[in-house]
């Protein structure tokens, strides 16, 4: 049941960042189309596509985590035996599991900090921030649940098919 | 001898990090043996919006940063934006003295010295601006860049079609025509280039930079009362000195710009003192109302308004 | 701390992590929290760590990478791409690794003009590299092209980084831009000169194969419907760029709505080609812009704890002969731009360099040239070019770092060989601009 939950909150998650990488194109194009028109184009646009990019980023991590799709070199861990290979592996997954719970928990931090001293981002509105960073705790929150399957689970984060490809 | 680290907002070879840079000299020539400023970068050490934030947390001790980098956590600072005085007098007037109080209050800073004041700010355009039958700038047609800082004046009160872009971009914007006005300061369209495009420079001027330099209250304390004095005493014969640096620095812009082909327009009569009512009022507008939601509410927007503008000299 | 100190522990952290293989935006995350422990006073500065990778985030002109990879995904999955290189394939007969060549003068035509190294690397990539692995190249040669031609959009106008080169370093920006021409198509010719040294070299390197012969009439109208349309696209989009309806940040958004309307026009737009396009120009976009949230941070440290600016002023410190202290500062740039993001180091080494070139006597517009070129190999030098991370992300599966870092170095070899050009033949650039 949590599993369950919690599959449908990453790749709903990902859908969003899909949604807003549209959006981003959508946009653009408004803008551009009213600006030519001699209309002023709305602010919201410009700005809602630059915090789209942070979302996105942030919204579409995890789902990214799992699918394998952060870029790694496979150097060290090619030229190790299948053994050996397996214990580095899992060894930097669980690096990367700690990396991701500091900066959840530095995020929510940095949550808490915002709404305490009522902070905005002052680009064409006053936008509150901990709109913005409350990404970075939900995200790197489930990075690290994501990273951790790599720790524990029976699928490795490293191939070691560099090897084979060179 | 104690070492407080700095940074600045702009690059370093932009006119007011060269003034910053300066008054750190002094400092450091004043200082030996008691306190030195250690400067670290600008944009490049940390990105210049997260400046405020980094000074606040302790991260750097101090910071030179327009006001409006920080204008969400103390609205404030539009006080100056809509200023006619330079440091001088509302360093005579306790102007400044307020503004420290507001900065350390809200936010835990000490404001040390307003700098580089006394500069305003133009429209520029590439073509001849037009005027009505009452004498009011015509808007209609001008792609007008912008940004928060202008955007309350150049929205609500010219009904300008804005277009935001920032600093970087502006120069191939100009260049292709995606804008072909800008506000600046009177100083810096040179280092810009953006005068191998702009034609005209719209007087009045209006609006003043609120460069400022900042720094972590606790850290401030924390110094000894001779460094205190020294980086006080510093930062206070700066404000006069870099008024008349840069009016220096303006008329050689000027007499440049005109060598090179700028022309100068001016609004007159009533249509200029309406123009900068607006400038001045729909800033304080908005002052008004982010300080309404804010602790401590309005209480100080009266006597702001009186220490930061003389309506007198306006006229 | 002194600098070297800090130089070793943020790189040697950097270096070690990536090398056991932790992912390469991880690997900076982990390098900047160490370092940001270490110079910004502990675990306060973690979070301005974050306040600083959102600033980098948020930033307009980040905005062509993922459309220009839309534009290329669409492309791919609609099956427009496949046919317009059927075409090309067809009319350019049995010229050996004739693709490789369409992809130097389409890429040098179309990066230059966007001004966007990432968002070029993207589309280009995107687009042919698949199809050309398919068709039995060996991947050098459509990767290495397409890097090569992504570093030429900061070299020949419009170029952003040009611009601001030439504002912080108060030097003439029209003339720094025309400056870049003639060395920019000089490097590209030398970009074609490589790719038939390397079908010479290595014959099976792309594939030979006998077409069949075609009326006149055939192949126009063959260029009609299959080339010039896809083509018109791009052109179009540039056009638009000139002409000043849209910015270069603003102009991949119309180039993948032009391939869009295409698509539908073609009837080749499926729901599923559309899903597809989304999912794979999500993918690496989340992956270059989290490595952009680290890296600029990174970058950031570099500078913050004094580490590259103690570098820089060792190595100015020598005093040498004019040569040697171009070499050397070429050298500090290079290795730089190994680490760090452009802007960050030329916002370090303007101040900095350009005085000491100009007490050097060297020309201020050639110097800046020779500046920017060291930019352009910087992104795609082993190990952090950023261009060569977006490689690897729109590069069909199994394919290496390695291959990569491998495909990469002929095209570096190139733009050192222009900058030894240069500085043995400066009218190369100043040529242009004293016209
Ligand atoms: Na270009
Ligand atoms: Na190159």
Known sequence: MFKKTYDTLLYGMAILAGLLLVWLMVSVITSVLMRNAGLQPFAWLFTSAEYGLLYMTMLGAPWLVREKGHVHIELVTAALPATLRTIVSRGVAAACVLVCLILAWKGFDLVLTNIERGDYDTRAYYFPRWMLTIAFPLSFGMMAIEFSRFVFGTDLMHSGEAGIHE | ?315 | MDWYEALALLLGSIIFLMAVGMPVALAFLAANIVGAWVFMGGERGVTQLLNNGMGALTKYALMPIPLFLLMGEIFFHTGLGGRMFNAIDKLLGRLPGRLSYVTVLGGTAFSTLSGSSMGSTALLGSLMVPEMKRRGYKSHMSIGPILGTGGLAIIIPPSALAVLLATLAQIDVAALLIAGVVPGLILAAFYIGTIWLQTRLDPNAAPAYDVEPMSLAFRFKLLMTEVVPMVGVMVAIIVLMIQGFVTPSEAAAFGALGVLVLAALFRCLTWTAAKKSVIGALKVTLMAYLIVFGSATFSQLLAFSGASRGLVNWAIAFELAPLAMLLVMFAVLLLLGMFMEQISIMLLTVPIFFPLAQSLGFDPIWFGLIMLLSLEISFTTPPFGLLLFVMKGVAPMGTTMREIYTSAFPFILCSLLLVALLIGFPELALWLPSM
């Open chain 2, 1 to 315: 001898e104690e070492s407080i680290s700095a940074v600045h907002a702009f690059p370093e070879t932009l006119i007011y990090t060269k003034s910053f840079l300066s008054f750190v000299d002094k400092v450091n020539e004043a200082g030996k043996g008691v306190i030195q400023i250690d400067v670290r970068g600008g944009p490049e050490a940390i990105g210049m919006f997260q400046q405020p934030d980094a000074v606040r947390d302790g991260i750097v001790d101090m910071v030179y940063t327009p006001g409006s980098f920080y204008g969400g956590a103390l609205p404030e600072k539009d006080a100056m934006v809509a200023s006619n005085l330079t440091a001088v007098e509302t360093r005579a007037n306790g102007g400044i003295e307020l503004i420290d109080q507001i900065h350390q209050e809200k936010m835990g800073l000490k404001y040390l010295g307003w700098f580089d004041s006394g500069v305003c700010y133009n429209l520029w355009t590439r073509n001849e601006p037009t005027f009505d039958a009452n004498g009011n700038l015509e808007v209609e047609g001008l792609k007008l860049r912008g940004n928060n800082v202008y955007n309350a004046f150049f929205t609500n009160y010219l009904g300008a079609q804005v277009i935001d872009l920032p600093t970087g971009e502006v120069y191939s914007a100009l260049q292709r025509g995606v804008v072909d006005a800008t506000g600046w300061t009177q100083i810096g369209l040179i280092d810009l280039k953006w005068n191998e495009f702009l034609n005209y420079r719209i007087e009045p001027c209006f609006f003043s930079t609120d460069l400022g330099v900042i720094v972590n209250l606790e850290r401030w304390n924390s110094l000894s009362d001779e460094a205190r004095k020294i980086l006080q005493d510093v930062a206070i014969q700066h404000e006069k000195d870099s008024v008349e640096a840069l009016r220096g620095k303006r008329d050689e812009d000027f007499a440049a710009l005109e060598a090179a082909g700028m022309k100068v327009v001016s609004l007159e009569g009533e249509a200029k003192a309406n123009y900068l009512a607006a400038a001045r009022e729909k800033t304080w507008e908005r002052m008004k109302t982010l300080m309404a939601e804010q602790p401590g509410g309005t209480d100080n927007y009266d006597r702001l308004i009186e220490l930061f503008y003389d309506l007198d000299a306006a006229k």
